[in-house]
């Protein structure tokens, strides 16, 4: 900036050099606590909080936000900056839609509903899930029940998904000596003799540790719904 007594006496070519505008802008949104992206790269920064853009720039700016459809918006280089300052003070995120899902009850047990490690319900009850695609594990630990099925849940709609759980069966472990502690698919059962086991059909590891030596032996066993799969170790 210069006056025009500056101007009068300045000798040699004026070179102005032009800076590109870069501002600190508030982001908002309504809820508040989205993560903010810009460029396609989290800044680390949750909604509300300022963030530098470049005015003469194309930018791209996303919120992401649990439970709610991600917001996007991309601002071209000739919008005029108050456009883009005024677009992100408070968008509107929507909530993503929802869905139901009921899986139908064993006759013989009950079976917990996981995805990941969060337990949505049980098998019998409804569980109101987001719209999309879902990875569940169908879990009963008593009898070593683990069974996983991909599901898809439509907005306002129940998804009935056919899922084929085991029937029961039971296992038997003996062991000479017989001072051994049994475990079954690396979980700590009981000690020998463990007699007719109520457990899921299929395939199970079952190890057998000889407790004054701590030798151990591992033996693959079939589980028969409605049998008794026996195991015996000699030691």
Known sequence: EMTAADLASFKGP???ELAPRKEEVRIGSEPEGARIALNGRDTGKVTPASVTLDGCAANAVGLRKEGYLPWTRDFKPDEPFETMVEALKRPDLAPIPKGRLLIHKPKDYDVEVYEGETRLGKAGQEITLNEG????????DTYFVSERLQVDVAAGRTNTPLIALPGLGSLTVQAQPSNCKVYVDDRYVDVTPLLALPIAAGGHRVKVVFVPSGAAQEVRVAVDAGKDARVMVKF
């Open 14 to 16: 004026l070179v102005m």
């Open 133 to 140: 695609r879902h990875m569940l594990t169908f879990r009963n």
